[in-house]
């Protein structure tokens, strides 16, 4: 589908190489957002659903990230901390 295409296109050019840092308080009291695999955004999610969601597979280390404390798009590997929480 072609909005989903345009949708997909539209996440990853938000997503940054640039890695990001937050306090471990900041990560936990978050209400999380991401990239599926269909191109859609998911959320909001607390940490643990996020915890679920990256256990399971569905959110990955390259899924796009956001929440309000974080002013862009980020790939989680690139939210320092972020994946010690995940783990």
């Given at each position: 589908n072609a909005y989903e295409d345009y949708l997909r296109d539209a996440f990853a050019s938000f997503c940054r190489n640039a890695a990001a840092e937050y306090t471990a308080e900041q990560l936990?009291?978050?209400?999380?957002?991401?990239?599926?695999?269909?191109?859609?955004?998911?959320?909001?999610?607390?940490?643990?659903?996020?915890?679920?969601?990256?256990?399971?597979?569905?959110?990955?280390?390259?899924?796009?990230?956001?929440?309000?404390?974080?002013?862009?798009?980020l790939e989680v590997m690139e939210v320092k901390g972020l994946t010690d929480l995940l783990a």
């Open positions: 936990q009291a978050a209400e999380w957002y991401f990239q599926t695999g269909e191109g859609e955004m998911d959320g909001p999610q607390d940490l643990d659903s996020l915890k679920k969601a990256f256990a399971s597979g569905k959110v990955e280390l390259s899924t796009c990230v956001w929440c309000e404390e974080i002013d862009a798009w």
